[in-house]
């Protein structure tokens, strides 16, 4: 079993919304971030949302602010990524991350300081 599992992609026009989810058992409590990356077709890996377990700050990409929510629910288990007003150039690949994290609240939401990744859940924004 996967230590973070994602769930939730699909297609959408754009202008709509999804929810994406992200199962774990690891992950949900303090001193962790977890944290939502995308991959275009043809691009690199990206930075989407990430939230530290201890004190639930966030942090966006600014392609995203405003219109992206990251969130957990200690009392399932999972980390959800709110997504409205989609637009095209949201279609990727997106992935869920996690890891233990030491640093305090400001933890990265970059690639290389995650250790734990899900497979991966298709969005595709249709104009």
């Known amino acids: 079993q996967e230590a973070v599992e994602e769930s939730g992609g699909g297609s959408v026009q754009a202008g709509g919304s999804l929810r994406l989810s992200c199962a774990t058992s690891?992950?949900?409590?303090?001193?962790?971030?977890m944290a939502w990356f995308r991959q275009a077709t043809g691009k690199e890996r990206e930075g989407v949302a990430r939230?530290?377990?201890?004190?639930?700050?966030?942090l966006y990409a600014e392609s995203v602010s405003g219109r992206f929510t990251i969130s957990k629910d200690n009392t399932k288990n999972t980390l959800y990524l709110q997504m409205d007003s989609l637009k095209p150039e949201d279609t990727a690949m997106y992935y869920c991350?996690?890891?233990?994290?030491?640093?305090?609240?400001?933890?990265?939401?970059?690639?290389?300081?995650?250790?734990?990744w899900g497979r991966g859940t298709q969005v595709t924004v249709s104009s």
């Open positions: 690891e992950f949900m409590y303090s001193n962790n971030c």
């Open positions: 991350a996690a890891d233990s994290w030491y640093g305090g609240a400001w933890c990265p939401l970059v690639t290389n300081e995650y250790n734990s």
């Open positions: 939230i530290y377990t201890g004190t639930g700050e966030t």
